[in-house]
């Protein structure tokens, strides 16, 4: 029989290929990261994640499991403005330099407390059930290859009334925005990579990817469908980027 496919940017790969295909781009352009981040959403990554944080249900010493989180930004955000908190934060991510990147960063800002990073996949978490307050993603949710697993993992490792929360890239819902974001996004960025990392392919997927990850309402669906309560969305910036939160009742 023959294998399933699943999108790698707009290619269509073997299923089983997708992993080992997203952990060696961001392998390569893992040095370069950040000031990709920076110059390809014009600082505005740092607005969005900034307001992510905001939004979190934070208690005293919550535990929170942050998924895909590469470089760190989200746990590192998190220390820095809630050191009264002590929260314990672990960052989970399956590039082996992304994490390395973000202990380095950790390391330079003195951030050594209530933190721990952990190679591992989104499909397979390696914590027993009911150990997390609260789960993040921030951009990594399109990356993954089986993305309804990862949910499940997501409900499966959070403790009863544990909060979910997603930041992706969405769908525009403003027409004008849209193709002005499309003209950016096809024409400028890709070249950009290539300018800044010398891996124009990288980012032409990194692109690519947003336009085939679900939509808000579809996503909202298949949040539901993993056993989660409550389940709500709200776009930013005009849907460029979209959060989704729900509840393990
Ligand atoms: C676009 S980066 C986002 C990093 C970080 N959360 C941020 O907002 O800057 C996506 C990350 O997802 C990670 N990733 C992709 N597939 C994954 C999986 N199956 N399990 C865990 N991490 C994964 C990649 O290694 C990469 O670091």
New binding site residues.
């Given amino acids: 029989m023959k294998e399933p496919l699943t999108d790698f940017g707009f290619e269509h790969i073997p299923f089983s290929e997708k992993?080992e295909r997203?952990?060696d781009l961001?392998s390569k352009v893992a040095y370069r990261y950040d000031l990709m981040?920076d110059l390809m959403s014009l600082g505005l990554h740092r607005c969005w994640?900034k307001s992510f944080i905001h939004r979190l249900p934070l208690q005293p010493e919550s535990r929170i499991l942050d998924?895909?989180?590469?470089?760190g930004?989200?746990a590192l955000q998190l220390q820095k403005a809630y050191p009264h908190l002590r929260l314990e934060i672990s960052v989970?991510?399956?590039?082996p330099s992304?994490l390395e990147e973000g202990r380095d960063k950790a390391i330079n800002q003195g951030l050594l407390k209530g933190l721990d990073w952990f190679c591992?996949?989104?499909?397979q978490l390696p914590w027993p059930d009911d150990s997390f307050d609260i789960y993040t993603v921030?951009?990594?949710m399109r990356?993954?290859?089986d993305k309804p697993q990862?949910l499940k993992e997501a409900w499966r490792v959070l403790k009863p009334g544990g909060w979910f929360f997603c930041l992706e890239f969405s769908q525009v819902t403003i027409a004008p925005l849209a193709k002005l974001y499309d003209a950016y996004s096809f024409r400028i960025l890709p070249k950009v990579g290539q300018w800044v990392s010398n891996n124009q392919e990288a980012y032409q997927y990194l692109v690519e990817s947003i336009r085939q990850f679900p939509n808000q309402q579809q996503w909202q669906q298949d949040i539901q469908q993993a056993g989660f309560q409550q389940v709500s969305f709200e776009n930013w910036s005009g849907g460029i980027v979209a959060l989704h939160w729900a509840q393990k009742a």
């Avoid at 998924?67 to 470089?71: E, H, I, N, P, S």
């Avoid at 989970?92 to 590039?95: N, P, R, S, W």
């Fill in positions: 992993t997203v952990k961001f981040n994640k998924v895909a989180g590469g470089t930004d989200i989970c991510d399956l590039t992304m591992g996949n989104a499909e921030a951009f990594g990356n993954i290859a990862a």
